[in-house]
Every structure is written in structure tokens, then in C-alpha cells.
């Protein structure tokens, strides 16, 4: 079994290629997470995630049943090691859609998973795919921008950095990846210079000056 691990801020279009690997690779089975987090519309229990409350998810901390947790955005996100025994006894491999903390969390245990992080080719185009989200207003997106770059900043020890300038291409690129019986892990330099590149444009650029000057500060 290979557990594939995808991490990508909001915006660099993580769901849309998930949604299609899984439609398009048998093999592999969405890993469903427990979340404290409250349903959204159409969301189902089991379906999307378990969804629990604070106190069942610190039991379960509490009772070692989770992989790996973490607090995203107020909320608690957590691997059970049930789910990814289920999907081992299925034959299949996990697909976890976590965030950066949980992979560093989950790392060190688990020897057979190989991680991708998905990155938007430039902070206007991270900035227009949080934008095109509509109902969001300009301090959400602010605040989705900026988790979206702590992520990046922090984005370290992926096997692989994918770019996703345009849907197909990443998606042939995931799509070679999964497939692969040992996907080849490439050089992150590449990826990891985006990333300072990306932080640095952020601390600098006059777009993003203001922005923070129209947000009030
Ligand atoms: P959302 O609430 O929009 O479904 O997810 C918010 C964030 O939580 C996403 O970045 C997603 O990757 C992350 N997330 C979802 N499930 C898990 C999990 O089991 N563990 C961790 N660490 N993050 C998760």
C-alpha cells in the first residue's frame, strides 16, 4: 500500500484534482477525515467527513486514534488509523487531503506514503482563484490569502512540488504519479525556490501593499 498525501493552499485547485484522481484511478480511495467543523451544504456524514464534536475529537486524541490532527482555522482535522486500515483491507491505496502541519505530524510514521504539494504559478493567480470563489468578501479572502501563504512558507519535505499553470497538465502530471508503482521522487529545488519566490513577492509586492492599505493596515 502507498498512502498518497496531497497538501495544497485554498485556491491552488487541490479539490478539482482530487475529485478526477478519484474518478479516474480505481485504486485509490479518499482517506475521510473526522472534523469538528460543521457541515456544509450538501456535505455528508461519512461522505465528506465524521463529522464530531470537540469533545468525541479529544477522545479520540486522547485514545491515540488518530495518525495525525490539527487545527485548521479554528477548527480540529484528524486521519484515524481505522480509515487507513479499511482502505488497506480494501487493497487500495489512501489519497489524504491534508494541510502542511498534518503531514509533518504524519511523516515520521508513515514509511510508504509519498507527498505531493500543489502550488498556484504566482500569487496573482492565487489571488484571482480565491477572488473567482465569489461570496467571498475582500477581508475573507484576505484571510484565506494569507493562510494560503503560511501554508506555502512552510511547505517543506514534499517528494514532489507540482505547479498547476493549467488543470490538464498538473492533473496528467498527478495522474503519473499515482499510477507509477514507485513514483519517482524529482528534485524539490524547483519547487521549494517557487515557494521563496512566492514569500517574497508577498512581504514586497506594491499590489499586495495595497491590498493591506485598503484592509486597514
Ligand atoms: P475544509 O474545511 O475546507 O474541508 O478543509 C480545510 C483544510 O483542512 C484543508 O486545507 C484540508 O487539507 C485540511 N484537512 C482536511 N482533513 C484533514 C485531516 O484529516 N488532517 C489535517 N491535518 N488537515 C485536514
Known amino acids: 500500500?502507498?498512502?498518497?498525501?496531497?497538501?495544497?493552499?485554498?485556491?491552488?485547485?487541490?479539490?478539482?484534482?482530487?475529485?478526477?484522481?478519484?474518478?479516474?484511478?480505481?485504486q485509490l480511495e479518499m482517506s475521510i477525515s473526522h472534523t469538528t467543523r460543521p457541515p456544509r451544504k450538501g456535505e455528508k456524514e461519512g461522505d465528506h467527513y465524521h463529522f464530531v464534536s470537540r469533545a468525541e475529537f479529544e477522545a479520540m486524541v486522547q485514545n491515540k486514534a488518530f495518525i495525525e490532527w490539527a487545527e485548521v482555522h479554528g477548527n480540529l482535522y484528524g486521519t484515524s488509523i481505522e480509515e487507513?486500515?479499511?482502505?488497506?483491507?480494501?487493497?487500495?491505496?489512501?489519497?489524504?487531503?491534508?494541510?502542511?502541519?498534518?503531514?509533518?505530524?504524519?511523516?515520521?510514521?508513515?514509511?510508504?506514503?509519498?507527498?505531493?504539494?500543489?502550488?498556484?504559478?504566482?500569487?496573482?493567480?492565487l489571488?484571482?482563484?480565491?477572488?473567482?470563489?465569489?461570496?467571498?468578501?475582500?477581508?475573507?479572502r484576505w484571510l484565506r490569502f494569507q493562510n494560503a501563504m503560511d501554508e506555502i512558507k512552510n511547505a517543506k519535505d514534499y517528494d514532489v512540488f507540482l505547479v498547476n499553470r493549467d488543470l490538464e497538465t498538473a492533473f496528467g502530471e498527478l495522474k503519473t504519479l499515482v499510477l507509477s508503482d514507485k513514483p519517482e521522487h524529482r528534485a524539490q529545488q524547483e519547487g521549494l525556490l517557487l515557494c521563496e519566490k512566492l514569500n517574497e513577492e508577498f512581504k514586497?509586492?506594491?499590489?499586495?501593499?495595497?491590498?493591506?492599505?485598503?484592509l486597514g493596515g
Open 204 to 214: 514586497t509586492a506594491d499590489w499586495i501593499k495595497g491590498l493591506k492599505q485598503q
Open 127 to 140: 489571488w484571482h482563484r480565491l477572488e473567482s470563489r465569489g461570496s467571498d468578501n475582500l477581508s475573507h
Open 84 to 125: 487507513l486500515q479499511r482502505i488497506e483491507k480494501a487493497g487500495k491505496n489512501p489519497l489524504l487531503e491534508i494541510d502542511v502541519q498534518g503531514w509533518r505530524k504524519a511523516r515520521p510514521l508513515l514509511r510508504n506514503a509519498f507527498s505531493i504539494f500543489i502550488l498556484p504559478p504566482s500569487l496573482k493567480d
Open 1 to 26: 500500500m502507498t498512502v498518497f498525501v496531497v497538501s495544497a493552499p485554498s485556491g491552488a485547485g487541490k479539490t478539482t484534482l482530487n475529485r478526477r484522481l478519484l474518478k479516474e484511478c480505481p
